[in-house]
C-alpha cells in the first residue's frame, strides 16, 4: 500500500513514518478506537508500551526515551503490530513490553508477532532484496547503509538481513568478552553454526576482533580466522564495537556447507526459535 501510495522509488518511502502513519490510519479505519498519541517516556525495565486512553476512546503508545531514535522507531512500530493484532486480546491495562522481547524476534506468541510486524513494516523483503542480493556477503558498513535507509539500529538491520540471506552467516551480541545472545541465518543454523547463549556465560574467542576492541581497522574490514577460533572451519569476521553501549555487534561469514541434520531437538534454544520453526517444516 505504502508503495502505491508514495511510489516505490519515491525519496521519502524510507524510512518509514510510523507514528503519522499509524495515526492518520487508524483515525480513518477505526475512528471511535484509533491510537490517540505517541509518546517517548522513561519506561524502568520496558522498551515499549500500548496502553489504553478510556475516558477518550482510543490507545497512547509509548516508548522508551532513552533509546536511540532507530531503536525507538522499531519499538513504536511493534507497539503499533500490537494495536493491529492483539489489542482485543489485551488485559485491561494493555501492554508493556521488555526489551529483550522487541526487536529479536525471538520472543514468544504476540511478542513474535509484533516483531514480525515492525520488521516487515520498516523493512519490506521486497526492498531488502534490491538492496541487498541474497546470495552478496555484506560488510557491516553495507549492512550500516542498509539501517539508515530503513531509520533502523544495525542490529535490527542485520537480523532482518540474516533472514533473506542464502548464506551461511551468524550475528552475535557480546559485552566484555562474553557472549550475550546470537542468531543464525538459516543456512547456517541448518549446518550446526549458532550460538547457545541462554546457559553458562558464553566466552567469545580472545584472539577474534569482537574480543579486542582496539582492532577498530581490522574489525570493519574483515578478519579472516582458521578453524577452531569461532568453529571449526574459516570464519570472515566483521565487529563493530558500540562504545555507547558497552557491546560489539559481530557478524561472522561462513563458506559453503551441507545441511546436517542430526541436531538434537532439546539443544535449541529461544534465540533460535524460528529456525527452529523452519527446521521441523523441512523435516
Ligand atoms: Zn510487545
Known sequence: MLDLVKGIDAADRYPVDVEALIIDYSRNVWPGD????????????????????????????????????????????HEVGHYLLHRHLLPPDGIRCK????????????????DE????????????????????????????????????????AVLRWLRHTERRSVMVVSTEGFALWGRSSEAAFKTGRYFKTSGEPLEIPATSGAAQPHLVDECRAGIAHPAGVWFDEEVEEFTVHAAAFDQAITLLHLGEARPRWSMPVEEVEPDVVDRFASLKRIR
Do not use: C
Open 99 to 114: 526489551a529483550d522481547s522487541v526487536g529479536r524476534a525471538a520472543g514468544q506468541d504476540i511478542e513474535k508477532e509484533a
Open 34 to 77: 484509533p491510537v490517540l498519541e505517541i509518546v517517548s517516556e522513561e519506561l524502568e525495565g520496558f522498551e515499549g508500551a500500548l496502553v489504553p486512553v478510556r475516558e477518550k476512546g482510543g490507545w497512547l503508545i509509548i516508548s522508551n526515551s532513552a533509546a536511540r531514535d532507530g531503536r525507538r522507531r522499531f519499538t513504536v512500530a
Open 117 to 156: 510486524f515492525a520488521a516487515t513494516l520498516l523493512m519490506p523483503s521486497h526492498d531488502l532484496r534490491r538492496q541487498i542480493d541474497p546470495k552478496a556477503k555484506p560488510t557491516l558498513d553495507e549492512l550500516g547503509a542498509l539501517a539508515d535507509r530503513y531509520g533502523v539500529s544495525l542490529t535490527a
